[in-house]
């Protein structure tokens, strides 16, 4: 089965969280473990005319909106979620975002081309059977990869702003 790498599409500007350094960064959420953190959390975000309510945010750390939440549920579920209120004061709207929590797997990461920015992560294919969705690492790169199956119901529910590379396996 193919696994993927879920990011922003680089078409959409995610929301920016404010305050959340020492809170929900990933150093904080390792060593307070998930289940420390709080619950209802509320950011705000800086106002900007391109800024859109993604389904997946990747920075402080990786979070979900609820659909894609219910749908991991459905794959996975024994992850716990922490949740968090994303709050643009300015247009007067918010969203709930939960960061899961996720098994972590080694891998590898790979610099490809010559444009900063470009990594190929390098995965066993052993390390992730069985699982739809693991967060991969080498101990200073932290990304998260779905399995081709959750992806793809991810998808078939409308969801925005989602960004998908193929992993190779090894």
Not at 9 to 28: C, H, M, R, S
Not at 94 to 123: N, Q
Request: aromatic share 10%.
């Amino acid at each position: 089965m193919k696994y993927f790498q879920v990011e922003v599409d680089e078409q959409y500007q995610a929301p920016n969280l404010q305050g959340w350094f020492g809170v929900i960064d990933k150093k904080t959420l390792d060593r307070t473990g998930p289940h420390q953190v709080g619950r209802h959390l509320l950011f705000s975000v800086e106002s900007n005319m391109q800024m859109v309510f993604t389904d997946v945010v990747t920075t402080p750390c990786f979070m979900v909106s609820e659909t894609v939440r219910n749908v991991i549920r459905k794959y996975e579920s024994r992850i716990f979620f922490n949740r968090i209120i994303v709050l643009d004061k300015e247009n007067r709207q918010s969203m709930a975002y939960y960061i899961p929590s996720l098994d972590s797997v080694s891998c590898t990461f790979r610099k490809e081309g010559e444009h900063r920015g470009e990594w190929r992560a390098e995965v066993e294919r052993k390390s992730v059977e069985g699982k739809a969705i693991a967060e991969i690492t080498d101990g200073y790169y932290f990304r998260v990869i779905m399995r081709m199956d959750l992806v793809e119901s991810i998808l078939r529910r409308q969801t925005v702003g989602i960004g998908l590379q193929e992993l190779q396996m090894i």
